[in-house]
């Protein structure tokens, strides 16, 4: 009974998250430096191994189409719009559907 008892008043001494008072302040909300690098680092990896698989397959096939055997820097221009605009369009095009519903009140009126 006296373990209860001090596990209430431990828990009653602990202000709720959810009280009005405790405001979050929105810097400790943000992600460190350190993980906006490796987060930024990875994307960048990931669209340039789009891109190089892409230059990569466009050489490969590039006697399918007449365009693809034209100029080499045809394809890489290609490769890029392809696989790295594509990509960064879709992302942006992403986070936007996802957060439409915050655009709610300003559609209202």
Partial sequence: AAAAAAHKKKNDDQSSPNDEHDLVDPLHLSPSIPSTLLTLGV?????????????????????????LSESERNRHVLARHIGVDTMACLAVAVVGIRNA?????IKAH
Avoid: W
């Fill in 43 to 67: 994307v960048v990896c990931v669209l340039i191994g789009i891109e190089q698989t892409l230059r990569y397959a466009f050489d490969t096939y590039q006697h399918l189409h007449p365009l």
């Fill in 101 to 105: 519903h915050l655009l709610d009140e």
